[in-house]
């Protein structure tokens, strides 16, 4: 097992990218969780399969290579929203938390991020981090990234949008989002990435 960075929080928040250069700074591998529903939930529209079919989504899960998830691809909005879907699924989660699992194992160490990571998949990571920001501020973000990427969508349907996906995963029985106990607070709503990157890289330097 080596050194496991456990980094929760609501969509947007800002997770993502810390999540990648923490792991670009120590040579850790990298996994973003969210990648690994919204591959499940991908299949099942590609595939015409209803997504409240929950057999199938357990199939899915149980068949995901971890090594082939598209970044590209995934990001698609209508893909987030069917991801949400199939998460409240314990069996889609039971399959998905084994993979992710393993990956955490992985040499000389791993960041996971996603919703659960802290509470669920590694509750004995050696750092865990919960980064938030307020709902305004995330669309904000978020609305900015989707007009670069020649998306027309509105600032009222995207904050729309991550409100009902944060009730959604903040209120489902299995794995709720939620910070651990033992996790350190990042609200980066007043925070740019970088003053982010430097508080997180403090917290993990005080670990090692
Ligand atoms: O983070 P991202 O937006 O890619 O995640 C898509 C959806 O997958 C989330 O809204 C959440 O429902 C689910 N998810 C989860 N547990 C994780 C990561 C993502 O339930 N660890």
Do not use: W
């Not at 971890?66 to 989660?93: F, Q, T, Y």
């Amino acid at each position: 097992m080596g050194f496991v960075i456990a980094i929760d929080g609501p969509a947007a928040s800002g997770k993502g990218t810390l999540a990648r250069r923490i792991a670009g700074l120590y040579g850790f591998h990298h996994l973003d969780t969210g990648l690994t529903y919204r591959a499940v939930a991908r299949a099942l529209l590609e595939n015409g399969v209803a997504l409240d079919d929950e057999a199938a989504a357990a199939d899915m899960a149980r068949g995901l290579d971890l090594s082939g998830l598209d970044r590209a691809v995934l990001s698609a909005h209508g893909i987030g929203e069917a991801a949400s879907k199939i998460a409240v699924m314990p069996p889609v989660r039971r399959a998905l938390v084994e993979a992710q699992r393993r990956f955490a194992a992985r040499e000389p160490g791993a960041v996971l991020d996603g919703r659960d990571i802290g509470t669920v998949v590694c509750p004995d990571a050696d750092v865990k981090l919960y980064v938030t920001a307020s709902p305004e501020v995330r669309a904000r973000r978020r609305h900015a990234e989707m007009q670069a990427a020649g998306s027309t969508a509105g600032y009222d349907d995207v904050l729309a949008d991550l409100r009902r996906r944060d009730a959604r995963d903040m209120n489902r029985d299995d794995s709720p989002l939620r910070p651990a106990d033992d996790a350190h607070l990042l609200d980066t709503s007043e925070m740019d990435i970088e003053a982010a990157f430097r508080t997180a890289r403090a917290l993990i330097e005080a670990a090692r």
